[in-house]
């Protein structure tokens, strides 16, 4: 069964740095086709992809945060880390990680998601 | 990279079918045929219910059918039962390694 779980701060303050990690099991990030993103929805909002690490250790970054936004990946621990900067309060939301599994459902869609874990961003 | 333009609500009586519009631009929807649709229940992880506009999932009831023309997909759920009331998001491929999602559709079983 495949499993992904979200976790990090519920709050940080104004200009810090978030870091969330996305541990993961059924599945190996070393497989080829395998794929992780992180997505996020303030409230009210849409959903917003934000980034994506491939199992060959490309990345990809949405435009508008790309600098303030790196992902990676610790194999050995079935983990992919996503660390934003400078976060502001219009970052407060709900950050989700998924997977992308090419070989059954090619690299656009995303197949397991896990929860979420609810981030705000005040002082 | 705007959002995709879904409907905030939709409804229909159990049996009946209803159709939830997804509508982009020709930069994502009209681009490409990586159209997908997920369903969200409350305090629920997202589901993955179609992919590449109208591709099912192993274990998707055949009562979800995805179809896109022009820059507007769509989702179509016939014969409408208690558990298909849920939010429903739908994403495309926008082009240079970005991705975008709609705003969400809540989905009424009356």
């Known amino acids: 069964q495949v499993t992904l779980r979200e976790s990090g701060p519920a709050l940080v303050k104004p200009t810090q740095t978030l870091t969330l990690t996305c541990t993961f099991s059924?599945?190996?990030?070393?497989?080829?086709?395998?794929?992780v993103s992180w997505i996020r929805q303030p409230p009210g909002k849409a959903l917003e992809w934000l980034a994506r690490?491939?199992?060959?250790?490309?990345?990809y970054y949405r435009t508008s945060l790309k600098t303030r936004l790196i992902i990676s990946k610790d194999t050995s621990k079935n983990q992919v880390v996503l660390t934003m900067t400078n976060m502001d309060p219009v970052d407060t939301a709900t950050y989700y990680c998924?997977?992308?599994?090419?070989?059954?459902?090619?690299?656009?869609?995303?197949?397991?998601w896990g929860q979420g874990t609810v981030v705000t961003v005040s002082s | 990279q705007s959002a995709l333009t879904q409907p905030p609500s939709a409804s229909g009586s159990p049996g009946q079918s209803v159709t939830i519009s997804c509508t982009g631009t020709?930069?994502?929807?009209?681009?490409?045929?990586?159209v997908s649709w997920y369903q969200q229940h409350p305090g629920k992880a997202p589901k993955l219910m179609i992919y590449e506009v109208y591709k099912r999932p192993s274990g998707v009831p055949d009562r979800f059918y995805g179809s896109k023309s022009g820059n507007t997909a769509s989702l179509t759920v016939s014969g409408l039962q208690a558990e298909d009331e849920a939010d429903y998001y739908c994403?495309?491929?926008?082009?240079?390694?970005?991705?975008?999602f709609g705003g969400g559709t809540k989905l009424a079983v009356l």
């Open positions: 690490i491939d199992w060959d250790d490309d990345k």
């Open positions: 020709r930069s994502d929807v009209g681009g490409y045929n990586y």
């Open positions: 998924a997977r992308i599994n090419r070989e059954d459902y090619g690299v656009h869609a995303f197949d397991i």
């Open positions: 059924g599945f190996s990030l070393s497989t080829s086709g395998m794929c």
């Open positions: 994403s495309s491929y926008a082009g240079s390694n970005n991705w975008v």
